[in-house]
């Protein structure tokens, strides 16, 4: 009889194991889900024709309290057209994928694998220079 319950114990612990966040086959994995954001910020070119970077993004670009972050852009399921938007300051309407990481240290670039991903369903400029 101990040797049924002792065994339906340890497959709740193996279980409940496998569902608690950190990492799989050594690769972190994220748990938290996207989330509904509109940031402002200045839209530069990335490593290639084809991705593009939200820098210095706020929440509130009036807030000079808030630390601006660097996102990694994504087009959604509507056609966004970040090229026409180069070098602006733009507010970008999406879902950001936060990503866990440590904060970046003052004026050091992150690799754009470690950004955030930022999926922008709309993007209107704001002005036609980043401030």
Known sequence: MKLPIVALAVCFVVAAGFAVPGTLAGQEYQTSKAKEVSLTGCL??????????????????????????????????????????????????????????AA???GER?????????????ITQVASTCS
């Open 44 to 101: 530069v070119q990335g490593s290639s024709p084809s991705v593009f970077i939200l820098e210095n993004a706020k929440a509130d670009p009036r807030n000079s309290d808030e630390e601006g972050r660097s996102y990694l852009l994504a087009g959604g399921s509507m056609a966004v057209s970040f090229s026409a938007h180069l070098n602006n300051e733009v507010r970008v309407d999406g879902k950001a994928e936060m990503k866990n990481s």
């Open 104 to 106: 970046q240290p003052a």
């Open 110 to 122: 992150v690799k754009e694998s470690d950004l955030p991903k930022l999926t922008a369903t709309k």
